[in-house]
Antibody
């Protein structure tokens, strides 16, 4: 069945690093842009980053630019988010997501289960 | 950056009522507008893409309309499982930049 399974996350001190992973199954991963979207406790959704099919294009929200790096390994059907210099305001549930139209990061119809990232002393 | 505004912030309604949710963009997004439903502890669920197309498996009571800067999500008759938070989302043409609205909570009256 079509699914995204996430791992990684947890608790880290401010300034620390974490790596999130997301493994896809049930669809042709290499045909789809992929994205990370987060949700702080009690807040709305915030797009974090996306990556194109062959990693040619990436983009980041201004709030994470220069600190987070998105990558993918199509041979392993896997998406990653390397998070460095973490701040308290990065605490959130992080979702990986796949778009309805593979060739554009928009209208995300497949979502991972979410992984919690907590940044505190 | 394109800013999305959703109104109202909260709606208190009864099952069977008709619901109209609004999403307004700070500049034109053509029809690149999606709607999601999110329940507590769950990932968002895509309802509508390209402003008016229902995603796979979405009941016909959900419909979307609009283009440019003003969009509407309508639920023709609220079912108990429809009480949730609804978000709109846009992406700009190129490079694609994605933003979400702040959400509208639909709760039980």
């Amino acid at each position: 069945q079509v699914q995204l399974v996430q791992s990684g996350g947890g608790w880290v001190k401010p300034g620390g690093s974490l790596r999130l992973s997301c493994v896809a199954s049930g669809f042709t991963f290499s045909d789809y842009y992929m994205a990370w979207i987060r949700q702080a406790p009690g807040k709305g959704l915030e797009w974090v980053s996306y990556i194109s099919l062959t990693s040619t294009y990436t983009d980041y929200a201004d709030s994470v630019k220069g600190r987070f790096t998105i990558s993918r390994d199509n041979a392993k059907n896997s998406l990653y988010l390397q998070m460095n210099s973490l701040r308290a305001e990065d605490s959130a549930v992080y979702y990986c997501a796949s778009p309805f139209y593979g060739g554009m990061p928009d209208a995300f119809d497949i979502w991972g289960q979410g992984t919690v990232v907590t940044v505190s002393p | 950056e394109i800013v999305l505004t959703q109104s109202p912030a909260t709606l208190s309604l009864s099952p069977g009522e008709r619901v109209t949710l609004s999403c307004r963009a700070s500049q034109s997004v053509d029809s690149y507008l999606a709607w999601y439903q999110q329940k507590p502890g769950q990932a968002p669920r895509l309802l509508i893409y390209d402003a008016s197309n229902r995603a796979t498996g979405i009941p016909a009571r959900f419909s979307g309309s609009g283009s440019g800067t003003d969009f509407t999500l309508t639920i023709s008759s609220l079912e108990p499982e429809d009480f949730a938070v609804y978000y709109c989302q846009q992406r700009s043409e190129w490079p694609p930049r994605i933003t979400f609205g702040p959400g509208t909570k639909v709760d039980i009256k």
